[in-house]
């Protein structure tokens, strides 16, 4: 194991700026809020410059003004003043222009995701909820069944508030709390493990990339 | 004072010193603990190998620079597999930070594995809009994305000419991080259009799409970096996700070993108050 | 007046979102084709969106600077790099190319934007180990059940987990036990809280088509 330290001054530069931005766990300083900061602007920037070359250039201004003959030209001229309309939320007296681009956003958010949901995770979801809850000769999927059915409606009956939570509906909903328990300790476990990557992809930059000691 | 009043005032950053360390070391010195294929990884496996070889396949890598170490090498060991069964890929991305990663996968594997830019695959590049963006591209690719990646115009590459939709495709592999990700494309794309589909998915968001699995909207799933190191074992070919696995364990035994600890140590001073 | 200030805007979320919906139903041109001239409508005002967002970042912190309000030293890196990075790719990198391998904007992508955004992220893993010494409290039998889960899952999902169990029988190892956990009683509350979810979003979708909820129209007057 030796060292192989990176010549290239850009890694040099990502190198610093992880140690800066790694600094903040001993306590805030300025090298952290100064990488905070870059971080900050260098993200806004690059949002910007994206959103135009690969979305508004090829979508919207291309069409209108690079390619002569485009057949209906009129849609593209209305999605470029839909646009602008949404920039006039920056004038107190005007910013009510903006509703329409902003109307258009939500009855296509609207009904994309009612029918969505509604398919996907409503219909699908229900219909694969109906299982086989007895097969003699599978007692071990007949047994996984039965834990799969009864947790999805004790998970509901637990959300269900238009009835008081005694009685059967009480037990029902108690054992949909052990069932929610269960899925968020589950959750908490891959969240551990999620976190823990990202840190282990940040120390193999360092090892590999920068320093040269290990090759991943 | 205790050591339980010691323990439970201990500075933070001490606990920091200590992930830091235990994650470092296996990185430097590797146990080597071997890697056993899960049941959804290996339905992942077998849905990529299963579809006809020189198959059109739709790869979304919808994930940026904060998801790419569990992320990347599910991509990469993703857009190998396809390459090795000689599969067309056309891909996009959803996510804004993402795109630049994505494409040098492509390129790096392309040039590697001997695939023409255009004939065997495509980068389509990054679209705005999320789950509005895969209505969109599932009535047509080129309406959807006019250019590419680079601001070649679609129709001028030959894999475009032949596909506009998903009823020439065979397969999505979508590496998603969380929103726009797998839900969406479930929701928006898999059901409407009648496409086969399997995930891979950073580790907070898999819990979330066993249902999914199950009910065979997904067919296979890849869970975090443990889920990227199986498929890793699966195609045959280590890479990063294999090498961070003895991190993660090291990792992971010590936040038991301070779940319990911080327990213990609560439990001791309640019975210490109740009995003062 | 107050017919296109208020009323028309929610007759054209409305309508919008009702050929949405029947879109999904009906292939025919008649339905499909404005819905898809819509969705890309979507498209390029989402896009200008994150334009509007970045002017209004360029307009908060160039009034701190102004006014020399806290930290206002660290808003001029701020500034500065926002447009340095437009300067680069709008003029330096070869226009639609500007993502090219080779180009000076990818630099500032690789060298700068990955590893930024990637080490933000990454300090959550101390934190949250620093969370569960000081805050992981199991008080109750449900937070127990939490706890037990949990412990399985981050134990059984990593090679260790396979490795301390290894020479039990199989139904006795930890990744069987994680395995299980995932596929069944956590996959129950999962689509549990999807079927409700489901069931609330189409609910609130309907109540925003048909007028009811109109709290998007409201405008930000600060």
Known sequence: MGFDVSPDPGVWIAALLTLFIFSFLYKDNPLYKFAEHLFVGVSAGYIVVQQFWQVLFPNLIEPMFFQPGTADAWK????????????????????????????????????????????????????????????????????????????????????????????????????????????????????????????????????????????? | MSWGERLEKLDRRWIFLAVGFLVLIPLLFPFKLPIAVSGPARRYFEAVDKIPDGS??????????????????????????????????????????????????????GDEMGKKYGVDYVNLGYKSGNEVVMLAFGTSFSR?????????????????????????????????????????????????????????????????????????????????????AEYEKSTGVLGPATKGMDAQSSAHVFIMFLILLGNAIYFARRNAQGRA | MSFFKQHLPVWLTAIIGVLTILSFFMPHPLIADPAETLQNWAIVIVASGYVLGAANVLKVNGEDVARRRTNWPYKIVLL????????????????????????????????????????????????????????????????????????????????????????????WQLPVWASWLLEWPQNAAKRGIAIGAGLGVMATGLRIILGIERNYMREDKS
Request: with cysteine.
């Open chain 1, 76 to 216: 593209f001229w209305i999605g470029a003043v839909l646009c602008v309309l949404l920039f006039t939320r920056f004038s107190a007296k005007a910013s009510w222009l903006s509703r329409f681009a902003i109307a258009v956003i939500i009855g296509v958010y609207a009904g994309a995701k009612t029918t969505g949901f509604a398919q996907a995770e409503v219909v699908a979801q229900v219909q694969a909820t109906m299982l086989n809850l007895w097969d003699p000769a599978h007692i071990g999927a007949s047994i996984n069944n039965i834990v799969l059915v009864v947790g999805v409606v004790c998970t509901l009956v637990f959300f269900f508030f238009s009835t008081e939570h005694k009685g059967p509906v009480g037990g029902a909903a108690k054992l949909g709390i052990w069932y929610l328990m269960v899925s968020f300790g589950a959750a908490y476990g891959f969240t551990v493990m999620s976190r823990i990557s990202l840190l282990i992809g940040r120390f193999q930059f360092l090892l590999d990339q920068w320093l040269g000691i290990v090759r991943f």
């Open chain 2, 56 to 109: 059109t396949v739709v790869v979304s890598g919808d994930f940026d620079p904060a998801s790419a170490p569990e992320l990347m090498p599910m991509l990469t060991s993703s857009v190998r597999h396809l390459f090795r069964k000689n599969c067309k890929i056309i891909a996009l991305q959803l996510w804004p930070g993402g795109p630049p990663l994505v494409d040098g996968v492509l390129h790096s594997l």
């Open chain 2, 144 to 228: 959807t994305f006019p250019n590419d990646y680079s601001g070649t115009p679609v129709k001028q590459l030959p894999l475009m000419q032949k596909n506009d939709n998903f009823e020439t495709t065979k397969l999505l592999v979508n590496i998603s991080a969380g929103y726009p990700g797998t839900k969406e494309w479930v929701q928006q794309a898999q059901g409407r259009f009648h496409i086969t589909m399997v995930s891979g998915s950073t580790a907070v968001q898999a819990p979330e799409l066993y249902p999914y699995l199950q009910s065979g909207q997904v067919l296979g799933l890849l869970g975090g970096m443990a889920g990227a």
């Open chain 3, 80 to 171: 500065a790099s926002m447009i340095g990075m437009m300067i680069i790719g709008f003029f330096m990198s070869g226009g639609t190319h500007f993502l090219d391998a080779g180009t000076k904007f990818t630099w500032a992508y690789n060298n700068l934007y990955v590893p930024m955004q990637a080490t933000m992220f990454a300090l959550l893993a101390f934190f949250i180990a620093s969370a569960a010494f000081r805050a992981f409290r199991i008080r109750t039998i449900d937070a127990g059940l939490l706890a037990i889960a949990a412990l399985i899952v981050m134990i059984g999902r990593v090679p260790i987990g396979q490795w301390l169990t290894k020479d039990l029988p199989e139904p």
